[in-house]
């Protein structure tokens, strides 16, 4: 019997495992209160399933660029929980941070981010792996402590410039 499971293992579940830990599958998930902000952003509205906010985000950072706006890093402000917010109703912005001072037209809009005291969740991981990973972290950490997951909850991923190296997601979420 363990001589017909080895092969299996090694030719699809030790597979699944490196690339499940090479996308930051196993990375820690650090949780600290920290002063984040102020941010300066250019966005588009979202309405609908979250899955598309990829889409979203890459139509607001060919519109920076057509406006002469270098795109900074990627943020998304969510505003409403997936866990009791129906699909089609669910609301976000989307687009990228932008320098100070600069002024964007539509079909973006603009919008800024005071600093503030937030519960910041941090993990290295795939932009894909990364967002279920982080907010199962904070819900935990929530419910350990009696409340839930409070939104807005603000994410920037800093992509690591390396494929051989993930990015790093850091969602804050205010107390």
Known sequence: MLRRLVPFLVAFVLPLLVIYAWWGGFSPIEL???LRGPYEYAYV????DYSKLPDRQAEAGKELVIQGIKPGLPIT???SNPDVVNV???KARVGFLIPPGSQ???PLQQDRIEARSVLVAR???AALLAPSR???????HQQAQGRGIRMPTVEIYEPSG?????GVLTVEMEQ
């Open 104 to 106: 964007v037209q539509p």
């Open 32 to 34: 600290q209160t920290e």
């Open 77 to 79: 402000v969510l505003y």
């Open 162 to 166: 390396s494929v051989l190296k993930m």
């Open 45 to 48: 509205e979202h309405t609908g």
């Open 88 to 90: 089609n109703e669910r």
């Open 134 to 140: 982080i907010y199962h972290a904070l819900d935990q």
């Open 123 to 125: 993990v290295q991981a």
